[in-house]
């Protein structure tokens, strides 16, 4: 899975380490909780990209700079502000109950509590954002450039390969499970959120083409996260998973298609 393999390299490919010393985790129990999150997380987001207006939201999500810093800086890990940020956005991809879900399901597989899962997934949601967001950006900042304008054209920000340069690193050891930093770190201020990226969720969420010409926003988008998210291609594949997700799902799916 790309995206987990990007958070496993972030902080200096320390991150999961970095985890384990914030939460006061053995290291051997992280990797099997953060998998467990992140495999229950990419479906959630893939249930609902077909929605225009949490579409929208995503692009917003992958346009706030701060989940870049919970990514790459292990000081982030531990604080408040994450578990507010991670929340925010585990509320627009999942929702409270599926969460709930999801950290029980984590901390059954790597047999952690179910109190250290629950401050566990807001953390690696804020990370899977930013992750997500560095792979992406730059290709969906070209989505809303006119050739005009000398920009890239959407055709060209789908080749594109997107690089973010990772903040400072600092010792994580100060950082703990109960949010403190444990010495004032300054971290780096993030950039302010891209008017492109706002511009490109006003066009989603208003079923707007892109500038430039009649392709639209929406389906655009898509195209651009679909690497990081394993999208579908088409009916046949949605009918193709749920089947292997068991078949009271895949009934279940039928029966509403057919009323």
């Known amino acids: 899975m790309p995206i987990l393999d990007r958070l496993n390299k972030a902080q200096g490919g320390h991150a999961f380490a970095n985890l384990a010393r914030a939460f006061h985790l053995p290291p ?20 609902k990209i077909r929605s225009r207006r949490f579409l929208a939201r995503l692009v917003e999500l992958l346009d706030e700079r701060a989940h870049h810093q919970v990514l790459e800086n292990p000081t982030m890990l531990g604080t408040t502000s994450t578990q507010v940020l991670g929340n925010q956005a585990l509320n627009a ?21 179910e109190m250290i899962a629950e401050y566990l997934l807001p953390v690696v949601a804020a990370m899977l954002v930013g992750a997500i967001a560095d792979t992406s950006r730059e290709r969906l900042e070209g989505l809303m450039r006119q050739d005009r304008d000398g920009g890239a054209t959407a055709g060209d920000a789908l080749e594109a390969a997107p690089v973010v340069a990772p903040l400072p690193q600092v010792a994580a050891g100060g950082v703990g499970f109960s949010g403190s ?3 004032g770190v300054s971290l780096a201020t993030p950039a302010a959120a891209s008017g492109r990226l706002t511009a490109l969720a006003a066009c989603i969420r208003e079923g707007r083409p892109l500038p430039g010409g009649g392709t639209d926003a929406a389906q655009a988008t898509r195209r651009v996260l679909a690497p990081y998210l394993a999208l579908p ?17 895949f009934k279940a799916t039928r029966a509403r298609e057919s009323q």
């Open 28 to 47: 051997g129990k992280v990797e099997p909780a953060v998998e467990t999150m992140v495999a229950a997380l990419i479906p959630q987001i893939e249930a």
């Open 93 to 113: 991809i999942a929702g409270r109950e599926a969460s709930k879900r999801i950290a029980r399901q984590a901390a059954s597989r790597a047999d952690v509590s």
């Open 233 to 249: 291609r088409g009916p046949l594949d949605w009918i193709a998973r749920l089947r292997a997700l068991g078949g009271s799902a």
């Open 181 to 183: 930093t444990g010495g």
